[in-house]
Each structure stands twice: as structure tokens, then as C-alpha cells.
């Protein structure tokens, strides 16, 4: 079975300062990975997503992901943090089915 | 541009009242989902459906149930609402088949239920 976890449900970086989000991911054929955010009072939006093309991927708003098979993980980063950054971040995993399996979110504050 | 939209961004209902969310698409997505949002458990999904008057339970249907008539359209239904239900609803599509597709999110009904 797929899941997703994400470590650290609150993250708080200073502003210019990098910022990683931790995803490690459990799947027992090749993934489908995403990273959402969610902005107060929105809905999701897609950041980025890896469909086995290129390793590491970027996305929206100077964001990207590097998806490490060995590891099992999809951790998001970017190297710096500014203040409308501050928004809740979801991993999430597919494989051939429609399904996305969202982890529990983790909280990204910016300290000014 | 992709749109979801949701019927209502606030929403306050009785216990014992019936509850409809509306949602509706207009990318001529075959895929349309009903998730709740909870504060630590994430999103998680109620029901979805791969076309029209198709449904398929996910992983928390108890107390709720869906309607799909037309394709940009997909309806949550609590039949009879309860304290328990007040949360986020986040609807989305996605253009099927495979897993490799994004969902595309609506801005979300915030339900209390008094």
C-alpha cells in the first residue's frame, strides 16, 4: 500500500533562509510524487510533480524536488525563504490508478 | 484557465439537516474527488468518480453520500449532517486515466455543523 509522511507537521525559517520540507514516501512499484500548497482560506495548487522523466524537478516560485529512489524520499526546497512563502505544503504519491494519497501536511512559517 | 468552483465558501447547518455541496468543473475533466480537510489528518477522501453516475467509495464514505449526472458536475451529499462533519470539503478533478495527473483543487467549503 502507498503512504506518504511527512516529517515535521511546522517549519519555521527565517526570511533568505533555505528552506526544506522532508517527504518519504512508501511504494512498492514506481511512483507519481507531488508537492501541493495551500494558501489560508484555498485550495491546493500544484508546486511540481516527478513522473520518472527527470530526477530532479522544478516547480513554481523558485521551489524544487529531488526524488532519491534509495531513500525512498521527495524533499522540497528552496533556497530562499520569503515571507509569502508561509502556506501549508502537502506531499502526495500515484502510481496508474487516479488515486493521490496526500500526507498529513507540514505548516512553513517565516520568521522576518 | 482551469477552474473548480464550489458552491459556498462558508456554510452553517443544523445537526440532523440535509447538507448538498456543489462543485463543478470546466476542463472537461473524466475525474472529479470530494476530500475533507482536518486540522493533523490532512486531506482525505470521501468519494470520487471516474465518469458520469459513477462513484466509488475512498476512504471515509460513512455518512455521506455522491451524485454525478453530468460531467463538470459533482455533488457531496450528507444526508443527515452531524457535529462530527464540520470541517473543510475541498473538491478537485483531473483529467483521466493514469496517476500521473495533477488534481486541480476548488477553494473549499468550510461546514460547520451547530
Known amino acids: 500500500a502507498q503512504s506518504v509522511t511527512q516529517l515535521g507537521s511546522h517549519v519555521s525559517v527565517s526570511e533568505g533562509a533555505l528552506v526544506l520540507l522532508r517527504c518519504n514516501y512508501s511504494?512498492?512499484?514506481?511512483?507519481?510524487l507531488f508537492w501541493y500548497v495551500q494558501y489560508p482560506n484555498q485550495g491546493l495548487q500544484l508546486l511540481l510533480k516527478y513522473t520518472s522523466a527527470a530526477t530532479l524537478v522544478k516547480g513554481i516560485n523558485g521551489f524544487e524536488a529531488e526524488f532519491k529512489k534509495s531513500e525512498t524520499s521527495f524533499h522540497l526546497t528552496k533556497p530562499s525563504a520569503h515571507m509569502s512563502d508561509a502556506a501549508e505544503y502537502f506531499c502526495a504519491v500515484s502510481h496508474r490508478d487516479d488515486k493521490i494519497i496526500f500526507g498529513k501536511g507540514t505548516r512553513l512559517h517565516i520568521l522576518p | 484557465d482551469v477552474k473548480v468552483t464550489q458552491s459556498s465558501r462558508y456554510l452553517v447547518k443544523r445537526t440532523g439537516e440535509k447538507v448538498f455541496l456543489e462543485c463543478v468543473q470546466d476542463m472537461d475533466h473524466e475525474n472529479m474527488f470530494w476530500y475533507r480537510q482536518d486540522p493533523g489528518l490532512g486531506l482525505r477522501l470521501i468519494y470520487f468518480?471516474?465518469?458520469?453516475?459513477?462513484?466509488e467509495k475512498g476512504d471515509i464514505p460513512e455518512g455521506y453520500s455522491v451524485s454525478r449526472e453530468k460531467k463538470e458536475r459533482f455533488s457531496l451529499i450528507l444526508e443527515s449532517a452531524s457535529t462530527n462533519q464540520t470541517s473543510m470539503y475541498l473538491c478537485a478533478s483531473s483529467l483521466g486515466a493514469g496517476g500521473y495527473n495533477e488534481q486541480f483543487f476548488g477553494p473549499g467549503t468550510r461546514l460547520t455543523v451547530l
Open positions: 511504494s512498492s512499484v514506481p511512483p507519481y
Open positions: 468518480s471516474y465518469d458520469v453516475k459513477m462513484k
